[in-house]
């Protein structure tokens, strides 16, 4: 039986691992901190979102987590993401995966599941 991306990701552990990297990441990154700095004044919004993001994360890497979220368009309209801050988020997950020392498959997975995303996210 074929491992999932869920399990080759290290399950919620791992994706959580991942997700807590890839904020400090965006936190740190001059093309997208604008967004999420604003959030170290707000830890339980912060928590909030790390854990959407968790969830739906792990629910369409084909785990067990059911995502309660808003969807992508809803959650980004209005914010008018550029392309490159998209591209700063896309650079700050790969950065996070090779830190985290995941391999080219799982890399490759993510980005394909990153581009079924961007016209939900870009311009809304």
Excluded: W
């Excluded at 039986?1 to 959580?16: F, P, S």
């Excluded at 997700?19 to 004044?41: A, K, Q, W």
């Excluded at 830890?43 to 629910?59: E, V, Y």
């Excluded at 997975?109 to 995303?117: C, E, G, P, T």
């Amino acid at each position: 039986m074929a491992r999932t991306l869920y399990n080759r990701l290290g399950e919620i552990k791992g994706i959580t691992k991942l997700v807590d990297d890839v904020v400090d990441l965006h936190m740190g990154n001059p093309t997208i901190s604008p967004r999420f700095v604003p959030y170290r004044d707000q830890p339980d919004q912060l928590r909030l979102i790390k854990q959407h993001t968790i969830h739906f994360f792990c629910a369409g890497a084909g785990g067990p987590q059911e995502y309660k979220g808003r969807d992508m368009v809803t959650t980004h309209k209005g914010m008018n993401i550029s392309e490159q801050e998209f591209m700063a988020v896309v650079d700050d997950i790969l950065e996070a995966m090779d830190v985290n020392n995941y391999g080219d498959k799982e890399k490759k997975d993510v980005l394909a599941i990153l581009y079924s995303l961007k016209e939900g996210v870009i311009r809304l």
